[in-house]
């Protein structure tokens, strides 16, 4: 599975890595404008993301906007609902204005706030069907 790590903070990217390398490929980006570079790129080579964790506060483009570029770049390409990017937001906002932006506004597929603990993590990969049971 491929796997995108967006999120501008080294440690919790890091952290994020290696959490998710037993589970696919990770790649990184910095910032919302590398992120959708990189999910531009992954679908001209036909290798989508299956699993993106996006982090809200971020330089260049934040968050929220990525993940509504992507949903609409989504829905340009054709890509079925089922076939859609997981998406998680990985934030230190859970205010639920932010909350509600992300799943009703975006169209997340889960939100978790930070500091991200690893058991959580797997089981939201599990409800969202990322992983197996």
């Known amino acids: 599975m491929r796997i995108l790590i967006v999120e501008d903070d080294f440690t919790s990217r890091r952290l994020m890595q ?16 590398e992120a959708l570079d990189a999910f531009e790129a992954a ?27 992507m949903r609409r770049r989504e829905a340009e390409l054709g ?15 859970d205010q639920p204005r932010d909350v ?12 978790l706030v930070k500091p991200i603990d690893k058991k959580i993590l797997l ?3 599990r409800e969202c069907k990322v992983l197996g049971a």
Not at 79 to 93: F, G, Q
């Open 79 to 93: 890509v079925a609902p089922r076939d859609e990017a997981r998406i998680i937001m990985t934030t230190a906002l």
């Open 18 to 33: 290696k959490l998710l390398e037993p589970v696919g490929e990770c790649e990184q980006a910095v910032n919302g404008r």
């Open 100 to 111: 509600v932006e992300a799943f009703y506004r975006g169209g997340c597929t889960d939100y």
């Open 43 to 69: 679908h001209r080579e036909g290798r989508p993301y299956r699993l993106i964790c996006l982090d809200i506060m971020m330089p260049e483009m934040d968050g929220q906007d990525v993940l509504k570029v």
């Open 123 to 125: 089981n939201k990969l």
